[in-house]
Protein backbone atom coordinates (compact mmCIF):
# COMPACT_ATOMS: atom_id res chain seq x y z
CA UNK A 1 0.00 0.00 0.00
CA UNK A 2 3.06 2.37 1.01
CA UNK A 3 4.79 1.18 -2.19
CA UNK A 4 1.82 2.10 -4.14
CA UNK A 5 1.50 5.21 -2.60
CA UNK A 6 5.21 6.33 -3.39
CA UNK A 7 5.22 5.20 -6.78
CA UNK A 8 2.30 7.18 -7.58
CA UNK A 9 4.19 9.98 -5.56
CA UNK A 10 7.13 10.26 -7.25
CA UNK A 11 5.59 9.86 -10.84
CA UNK A 12 3.59 12.68 -10.08
CA UNK A 13 5.46 14.60 -8.64
CA UNK A 14 9.12 13.99 -10.43
CA UNK A 15 8.29 13.38 -14.36
CA UNK A 16 11.55 12.28 -14.94
CA UNK A 17 10.84 9.04 -12.92
CA UNK A 18 7.30 8.56 -14.96
CA UNK A 19 9.95 9.02 -18.44
CA UNK A 20 11.86 6.28 -16.84
CA UNK A 21 9.09 4.09 -15.58
CA UNK A 22 10.40 3.51 -12.31
CA UNK A 23 9.05 0.93 -10.18
CA UNK A 24 9.03 0.24 -6.55
CA UNK A 25 8.61 -3.24 -6.51
CA UNK A 26 9.32 -4.63 -3.39
CA UNK A 27 10.61 -4.07 0.21
CA UNK A 28 11.60 -6.47 3.28
CA UNK A 29 13.57 -6.01 6.38
CA UNK A 30 16.57 -5.90 4.11
CA UNK A 31 16.19 -4.19 0.99
CA UNK A 32 14.10 -2.03 -1.28
CA UNK A 33 13.80 -3.30 -4.91
CA UNK A 34 13.22 -0.68 -7.42
CA UNK A 35 12.97 -1.42 -11.58
CA UNK A 36 13.15 0.41 -14.96
CA UNK A 37 13.45 -0.88 -18.44
CA UNK A 38 16.60 -0.86 -19.54
CA UNK A 39 14.35 0.34 -22.98
CA UNK A 40 14.17 4.20 -21.66
CA UNK A 41 17.11 4.27 -20.43
CA UNK A 42 19.52 3.12 -22.51
CA UNK A 43 22.87 5.10 -23.84
CA UNK A 44 25.08 5.58 -27.29
CA UNK A 45 26.27 2.08 -26.55
CA UNK A 46 23.19 0.48 -26.02
CA UNK A 47 23.65 -0.32 -22.49
CA UNK A 48 22.17 1.79 -19.00
CA UNK A 49 22.59 5.14 -19.32
CA UNK A 50 25.11 6.47 -16.57
CA UNK A 51 22.35 9.22 -16.25
CA UNK A 52 19.38 7.26 -15.58
CA UNK A 53 21.70 4.52 -13.05
CA UNK A 54 22.26 7.61 -10.86
CA UNK A 55 18.56 8.54 -10.94
CA UNK A 56 17.11 5.24 -9.71
CA UNK A 57 19.68 4.48 -7.38
CA UNK A 58 18.92 8.32 -6.07
CA UNK A 59 15.33 8.17 -5.96
CA UNK A 60 15.34 5.17 -4.32
CA UNK A 61 17.42 6.59 -1.31
CA UNK A 62 14.91 9.29 -1.12
CA UNK A 63 12.16 6.76 -1.51
CA UNK A 64 14.15 4.36 1.63
CA UNK A 65 13.57 7.77 3.70
CA UNK A 66 10.28 8.41 3.07
CA UNK A 67 8.82 5.00 3.51
CA UNK A 68 10.96 4.65 6.67
CA UNK A 69 9.40 8.06 8.35
CA UNK A 70 6.12 7.39 6.76
CA UNK A 71 6.20 4.25 9.01
CA UNK A 72 7.44 5.83 11.72
CA UNK A 73 4.09 8.14 11.83
CA UNK A 74 6.18 11.10 10.27
CA UNK A 75 3.67 11.99 7.67
CA UNK A 76 4.60 15.92 6.15
CA UNK A 77 8.29 15.53 5.95
CA UNK A 78 10.96 17.25 3.86
CA UNK A 79 13.49 14.67 2.38
CA UNK A 80 16.61 15.93 0.39
CA UNK A 81 20.09 14.50 -1.30
CA UNK A 82 22.90 16.49 0.54
CA UNK A 83 25.67 14.63 -1.90
CA UNK A 84 26.22 10.91 -3.32
CA UNK A 85 29.18 8.81 -4.90
CA UNK A 86 28.65 6.55 -7.64
CA UNK A 87 30.93 4.00 -8.46
CA UNK A 88 30.17 2.34 -12.30
CA UNK A 89 31.99 -0.88 -12.37
CA UNK A 90 29.82 -2.84 -15.48
CA UNK A 91 27.78 -2.06 -18.08
CA UNK A 92 24.07 -2.47 -16.89
CA UNK A 93 23.32 -4.57 -20.00
CA UNK A 94 19.39 -5.73 -18.72
CA UNK A 95 16.06 -4.08 -17.28
CA UNK A 96 17.58 -2.49 -13.93
CA UNK A 97 17.20 -3.50 -10.14
CA UNK A 98 18.00 -1.62 -8.08
CA UNK A 99 18.61 -2.83 -4.53
CA UNK A 100 18.84 -0.04 -1.46
CA UNK A 101 19.73 -1.26 1.72
CA UNK A 102 17.83 -0.84 4.60
CA UNK A 103 19.48 1.32 7.59
CA UNK A 104 20.34 -0.95 10.60
CA UNK A 105 17.75 -0.81 13.32
CA UNK A 106 20.08 1.39 15.24
CA UNK A 107 20.75 4.03 12.65
CA UNK A 108 16.89 3.71 12.38
CA UNK A 109 15.98 4.43 15.89
CA UNK A 110 18.81 7.34 16.24
CA UNK A 111 17.01 9.02 13.20
CA UNK A 112 13.82 8.49 15.01
CA UNK A 113 15.20 9.89 18.26
CA UNK A 114 16.44 13.13 16.18
CA UNK A 115 13.11 13.85 14.57
CA UNK A 116 11.77 13.93 17.82
CA UNK A 117 14.22 15.95 19.59
CA UNK A 118 15.40 18.25 16.88
CA UNK A 119 12.88 18.13 14.08
CA UNK A 120 15.71 16.78 11.64
CA UNK A 121 18.22 13.82 11.37
CA UNK A 122 20.01 12.34 8.39
CA UNK A 123 20.75 8.99 7.02
CA UNK A 124 23.50 7.10 4.70
CA UNK A 125 22.17 4.65 1.94
CA UNK A 126 23.65 2.78 0.05
CA UNK A 127 22.13 0.60 -3.12
CA UNK A 128 23.11 -1.41 -5.48
CA UNK A 129 22.72 -2.64 -9.49
CA UNK A 130 23.71 -5.98 -9.99
CA UNK A 131 23.79 -8.43 -12.93
CA UNK A 132 24.71 -12.31 -12.62
CA UNK A 133 25.73 -11.30 -8.83
CA UNK A 134 28.02 -9.40 -10.26
CA UNK A 135 28.12 -5.84 -9.45
CA UNK A 136 27.04 -2.83 -12.03
CA UNK A 137 26.75 0.19 -9.65
CA UNK A 138 27.73 1.30 -6.11
CA UNK A 139 25.99 3.89 -4.67
CA UNK A 140 26.04 5.54 -1.37
CA UNK A 141 24.16 9.18 -0.39
CA UNK A 142 23.34 11.22 2.57
CA UNK A 143 19.81 12.12 2.76
CA UNK A 144 19.03 15.11 5.14
CA UNK A 145 15.03 14.24 6.46
CA UNK A 146 13.18 17.50 8.17
CA UNK A 147 9.30 17.18 9.81
CA UNK A 148 7.50 19.95 8.21
CA UNK B 1 28.54 22.74 -35.72
CA UNK B 2 30.27 20.29 -33.67
CA UNK B 3 27.91 21.15 -30.59
CA UNK B 4 24.74 20.94 -32.61
CA UNK B 5 26.27 17.20 -33.64
CA UNK B 6 26.45 16.53 -29.95
CA UNK B 7 22.96 17.51 -28.96
CA UNK B 8 21.55 15.23 -31.82
CA UNK B 9 23.85 12.38 -30.95
CA UNK B 10 22.37 12.19 -27.27
CA UNK B 11 19.46 13.04 -28.22
CA UNK B 12 18.39 10.46 -30.59
CA UNK B 13 20.88 7.88 -28.48
CA UNK B 14 20.12 8.50 -25.22
CA UNK B 15 16.34 9.08 -24.71
CA UNK B 16 16.66 10.13 -20.84
CA UNK B 17 18.78 13.59 -22.24
CA UNK B 18 15.49 14.45 -24.73
CA UNK B 19 12.80 14.68 -22.70
CA UNK B 20 15.08 16.67 -20.41
CA UNK B 21 15.17 18.38 -23.38
CA UNK B 22 19.39 19.01 -22.46
CA UNK B 23 20.78 21.76 -24.52
CA UNK B 24 24.49 22.25 -25.63
CA UNK B 25 24.44 25.84 -25.72
CA UNK B 26 28.37 27.06 -26.33
CA UNK B 27 31.93 26.35 -25.55
CA UNK B 28 34.80 28.54 -25.37
CA UNK B 29 38.44 27.78 -24.10
CA UNK B 30 37.01 27.63 -20.15
CA UNK B 31 33.60 25.78 -19.85
CA UNK B 32 31.19 24.12 -21.61
CA UNK B 33 27.51 25.73 -21.36
CA UNK B 34 24.56 22.70 -21.03
CA UNK B 35 20.73 23.71 -20.20
CA UNK B 36 17.82 22.03 -19.22
CA UNK B 37 14.43 23.73 -18.38
CA UNK B 38 13.40 23.45 -14.97
CA UNK B 39 9.96 22.16 -16.18
CA UNK B 40 10.29 18.82 -17.09
CA UNK B 41 13.14 18.20 -14.06
CA UNK B 42 11.47 19.21 -11.11
CA UNK B 43 10.92 17.49 -7.95
CA UNK B 44 8.23 17.32 -5.03
CA UNK B 45 9.55 20.41 -3.71
CA UNK B 46 9.14 22.30 -7.68
CA UNK B 47 12.82 22.65 -7.54
CA UNK B 48 15.56 20.98 -9.80
CA UNK B 49 15.58 16.77 -9.60
CA UNK B 50 18.81 15.15 -8.00
CA UNK B 51 18.14 12.93 -10.63
CA UNK B 52 17.94 15.30 -13.47
CA UNK B 53 20.99 17.55 -11.57
CA UNK B 54 23.11 14.27 -11.52
CA UNK B 55 22.31 13.46 -15.27
CA UNK B 56 22.80 16.60 -17.03
CA UNK B 57 26.44 17.19 -15.00
CA UNK B 58 26.82 13.81 -16.13
CA UNK B 59 26.29 14.07 -19.76
CA UNK B 60 28.39 17.05 -20.08
CA UNK B 61 31.08 15.58 -18.97
CA UNK B 62 30.70 12.96 -21.26
CA UNK B 63 29.74 15.12 -23.81
CA UNK B 64 32.90 17.64 -23.05
CA UNK B 65 35.29 14.14 -23.71
CA UNK B 66 33.61 13.78 -26.50
CA UNK B 67 34.12 17.18 -28.24
CA UNK B 68 37.88 17.41 -26.73
CA UNK B 69 38.65 13.72 -28.81
CA UNK B 70 36.62 14.71 -32.17
CA UNK B 71 38.86 18.04 -31.74
CA UNK B 72 41.59 16.15 -31.27
CA UNK B 73 40.49 14.15 -34.84
CA UNK B 74 39.35 10.63 -33.35
CA UNK B 75 36.28 10.53 -34.67
CA UNK B 76 35.80 6.62 -33.07
CA UNK B 77 35.65 6.24 -29.36
CA UNK B 78 33.96 4.48 -26.43
CA UNK B 79 33.51 7.16 -23.77
CA UNK B 80 32.68 5.44 -20.43
CA UNK B 81 32.02 6.73 -16.70
CA UNK B 82 34.29 5.01 -13.65
CA UNK B 83 32.66 7.58 -10.83
CA UNK B 84 31.86 10.89 -9.75
CA UNK B 85 30.82 12.39 -7.10
CA UNK B 86 28.18 14.72 -6.81
CA UNK B 87 27.23 17.59 -4.08
CA UNK B 88 23.99 19.07 -3.90
CA UNK B 89 24.39 22.66 -1.33
CA UNK B 90 21.29 24.56 -2.11
CA UNK B 91 18.22 23.92 -4.33
CA UNK B 92 17.72 24.77 -7.99
CA UNK B 93 14.79 26.63 -8.60
CA UNK B 94 15.53 28.28 -12.25
CA UNK B 95 16.14 26.97 -15.37
CA UNK B 96 19.44 24.36 -15.22
CA UNK B 97 22.88 26.17 -16.60
CA UNK B 98 25.64 23.49 -16.10
CA UNK B 99 28.79 25.21 -16.30
CA UNK B 100 31.90 21.95 -16.94
CA UNK B 101 34.79 23.19 -16.82
CA UNK B 102 37.50 22.64 -19.88
CA UNK B 103 40.64 20.44 -18.24
CA UNK B 104 44.02 22.31 -18.61
CA UNK B 105 45.82 22.01 -22.10
CA UNK B 106 48.54 19.90 -20.25
CA UNK B 107 45.66 17.44 -18.94
CA UNK B 108 44.17 17.54 -22.70
CA UNK B 109 48.01 16.64 -23.76
CA UNK B 110 48.61 14.02 -21.81
CA UNK B 111 44.97 12.70 -23.00
CA UNK B 112 45.98 13.10 -26.63
CA UNK B 113 49.48 11.49 -26.04
CA UNK B 114 47.97 8.23 -23.97
CA UNK B 115 45.40 7.72 -26.99
CA UNK B 116 48.03 8.39 -29.66
CA UNK B 117 50.52 5.50 -28.07
CA UNK B 118 47.49 3.04 -25.66
CA UNK B 119 44.42 3.61 -27.09
CA UNK B 120 42.86 4.60 -24.28
CA UNK B 121 43.41 7.36 -21.90
CA UNK B 122 40.87 8.94 -18.87
CA UNK B 123 39.98 12.80 -17.81
CA UNK B 124 38.90 14.39 -14.43
CA UNK B 125 35.83 16.16 -15.54
CA UNK B 126 34.29 18.94 -12.84
CA UNK B 127 31.25 21.00 -13.26
CA UNK B 128 28.78 23.03 -11.59
CA UNK B 129 25.59 24.25 -11.06
CA UNK B 130 25.00 27.92 -9.77
CA UNK B 131 22.44 30.27 -9.24
CA UNK B 132 23.35 34.03 -8.42
CA UNK B 133 26.93 33.23 -7.93
CA UNK B 134 26.06 30.97 -5.79
CA UNK B 135 27.17 26.95 -6.34
CA UNK B 136 24.05 24.92 -5.64
CA UNK B 137 25.52 21.71 -7.06
CA UNK B 138 28.94 20.56 -7.66
CA UNK B 139 29.90 17.40 -9.68
CA UNK B 140 33.52 15.65 -10.18
CA UNK B 141 33.53 12.57 -12.71
CA UNK B 142 36.20 10.22 -14.01
CA UNK B 143 35.55 8.93 -17.68
CA UNK B 144 37.34 7.31 -19.61
CA UNK B 145 38.04 7.10 -23.21
CA UNK B 146 39.05 4.15 -25.64
CA UNK B 147 39.61 4.23 -29.31
CA UNK B 148 37.22 1.82 -31.29
Avoid at 128 to 142: A, H, L, M, Q
Wanted: hydrophobic letters at 40%; aromatic letters at 6%; proline letters at 3%.
Amino acid sequence: MLLKKLKNKIHSEIPLTAFMNIDIKSCDKFHLLTTAPLSMNINDKGTGFAGSLSTITTISGWGLCWLLTQEMGFKNTSIVILKSDIRFTKPVTLDIDCLTKIPSSQDIEVLKNKLIKKGSGSLIIKSSISEDKNTCVSFEGVYVIKLI
